[in-house]
């Protein structure tokens, strides 16, 4: 499953893209996730958006090519992201951290930049978020495990 039916590389396979119902679903498994982490007694939850997994798959354009409510601009390529912090936030006690990492930057024309970390990381601050980490490095190990100049 991935935001968009687009793969990373021509030898690649093809994801599925998830749809509302998929979206909700997947919400819910981190939801879940979540409170089930609580119960455990951990009280520090991160939420991992970057390193091409699924909410980075939402934020980046390089990988989401949806024409809904969740793809296209800014704004709405972060949704996932907010949806998902929103719900994980609301499950929790509000003793438990939660935080998030991001990617600052896709190293890539065309991809996430650096400006555009800086405002979803103030868009998820606004949401009382306990702590985030940029992530730089993304796109830079890929190419280099795929043996692709930097």
Do not use: C
Request: aromatic content about 8%; glycine content about 8%; hydrophobic content about 45%.
């Amino acid at each position: 499953m991935s935001a968009s039916a687009k793969a990373f590389g021509p030898n690649w396979h093809t994801p599925e893209a998830l749809d509302d119902a998929g979206i909700a679903r997947t919400i819910e498994g981190f939801v879940q996730a979540a409170k089930r982490s609580v119960r455990l007694g951990i009280d520090v939850i991160e939420l991992h958006m970057t390193h091409g997994y699924l909410v980075h798959q939402f934020f980046s354009p390089l990988s989401n090519v949806r024409t809904d409510k969740y793809g296209g601009s800014l704004e709405t390529r972060m949704r996932f992201g907010l949806e998902l912090m929103d719900a994980v936030y609301a499950a929790v006690p509000k003793s438990t951290a939660v935080g998030v990492r991001i990617a600052a930057s896709d190293w890539m024309e065309g991809g996430v930049t650096v400006d555009e970390a800086v405002t979803f990381t103030v868009k998820l601050k606004e949401r009382e978020l306990e702590g985030e980490q940029l992530s730089a490095i993304q796109r830079r190990l890929w190419r280099e495990v795929l043996h692709e100049p930097v």
